[in-house]
């Protein structure tokens, strides 16, 4: 079953203006990982927050959790066109086995120039 | 560096054919490895994992298997392909309970 959800599933912004996704799951987890993936290839790690962070920064990204919520968002400050992509968060099952990532379904990002 | 290698990028095949899918890991040791298979405009779904030589784990039961005969090679087989067998599928890999690094995919059409 999916474990993350993102919301919106589709996002249309203007270059220069944010980009907000978010990111709803539903069992407790270890951390919380945001990917990136350009139409037709292999997904890119972005950043990973931990469920004893509330916050991080990486660049113009910036990535909350909230684990009382279930929830974490992924802000893209000042969009630009080469962006666009969809966005995916994952969440770790934890497992002896290493650890195993269940994905969402994705936000489908566009920034218009 | 690490790299990611799957091979072909993109396939063809009829219903009934065989599959073999390869992907190889360069640049670490012992590694985790996972195959997930993704739908048009959807997210992954994780098909198999191994943590070590010939340790497989299925995620779904499905028409497809793994085998993983040397530390750095994963291979994603089937003996007869379904039409619902098509789709995007990647391979990663991990070191511990970080990040998944991905390989480019291989696109799978069954006609």
């Known amino acids: 079953s999916q474990q993350g959800e993102e919301d919106p599933q589709a996002l249309s912004i203007q270059e220069g203006e944010n980009a907000t996704m978010n990111c709803s799951y539903k069992?407790?987890?270890?951390?919380l990982q945001w990917y990136r993936q350009n139409s037709g290839r292999g997904l890119v790690h972005l950043i990973l927050?931990?469920?004893?962070?509330r916050e991080k920064h990486s660049g113009r990204l910036r990535v909350t959790l909230d684990t009382s919520k279930k929830s974490s968002s992924l802000l893209i400050t000042a969009s630009r066109a080469a962006d666009t992509a969809s966005y995916f968060c994952?969440?770790?099952?934890?497992?002896?086995?290493?650890?195993?990532?269940?994905f969402g379904g994705g936000t489908r990002l566009m920034v218009k120039p | 560096s690490q790299t990611i290698h799957q091979w072909p990028a993109t396939l063809v095949q009829p219903v009934g054919s065989p599959l073999s899918l390869e992907c190889t890991v360069e640049g670490t040791s012992n590694p985790n490895l996972y195959w997930y298979r993704q739908a048009a405009g959807r997210g992954l779904q994780l098909l198999f994992y191994?943590?070590?030589?010939?340790?497989i784990s299925s995620e779904v039961p499905q028409n497809l298997s793994a085998s993983r005969p040397q530390d750095r090679q994963f291979i994603l087989s089937s003996k007869k392909l379904l039409l619902s067998d098509s789709g995007f599928y990647l391979c990663?890999?991990?070191?511990?309970?970080?990040?998944?690094?991905f390989g480019p995919g291989t696109r799978l059409t069954v006609l």
């Open positions: 927050i931990r469920s004893n962070e």
């Open positions: 994952a969440t770790d099952k934890a497992s002896n086995a290493g650890n195993m990532l269940t």
């Open positions: 990663a890999w991990t070191s511990g309970w970080n990040e998944q690094f």
């Open positions: 191994s943590v070590g030589i010939g340790q």
């Open positions: 069992t407790s987890i270890n951390n």
